[in-house]
């Protein structure tokens, strides 16, 4: 497969994803299944690094017999590349190479027992997904043969833009499933019967939540102009004049947390 044959099947996962609000539920397995047969991948997982004690937390793992893998806080101070990303802000994709001695690392204790765990899969490359003071979050692959190299790095730079839009959409999906708690249950539903994308209930949200249209674009990795096509989009579906109506509008109707829904 061709860098432009991935890099349109990865977009193609994506949106797809962003379309429908159940594709999105399974994504990141689908997602590493690609790179299997791309890059030779073999352990995949998305996580989270959080400053300053470098303690991670899982929020996708690839494939299912490595959610059992258990790493203690001692452990993840030896990771190389948890040590680096949490102790700096850097947006690029790295792998073990870039970060540490090969001789020194692979003669490490560590690294013997991870590439145990791991199934043979020691080479590593991380993947940026959003960064702050607080927090990183990583997506992460593993192989067992061979370092990752310049070419293959050079294609997985070019799908970091869409693999970060992702997660920023579904941590955003996600907190409006979580408030569905309290709120209507149907409220799927009612998003479907108004004919609301998932794109656009992501904006909605964020607007519910007081953003404006220049913030909701940063939180969503989207230009501002992208944000605003998804407002006109919803005062169409909504026969609302501006933002705010469109907000007090939804949740009036139950689409997004806030006043009781109408019967």
Known sequence: MTGTGLDNRILDLVLAAMADLDEDRDVWPRLFDELTSHFGVTIGGVLDIDRPGLTTSTVAVWPDWAARIRVTAEENMAYPLVRHYGRRCDPLPRTLDDVVD???WRSAARFGRMRR???????????????SSSEVR???????????TESEQLKVRRLQRAL???????????????ARVTDPPDAEQRVGDHGITPRELAVLCLFAKG???NAAGRRLGISPRTVAKHQENLQRKLATPDRLNTVLCAQRLGLVPGKTARA
């Open 102 to 104: 090969e001789c020194r």
């Open 117 to 131: 765990e791991f199934g043979g899969a020691g080479h590593h490359l991380m993947v940026p997904l959003s960064w």
């Open 138 to 148: 990583l997506f992460g692959i593993g192989r067992p043969d061979g370092n990752f």
């Open 164 to 178: 970060t839009a992702l997660d920023r959409h579904q941590n955003t999906i996600s907190g409006w499933r979580a």
């Open 211 to 213: 953003l404006s249209i």
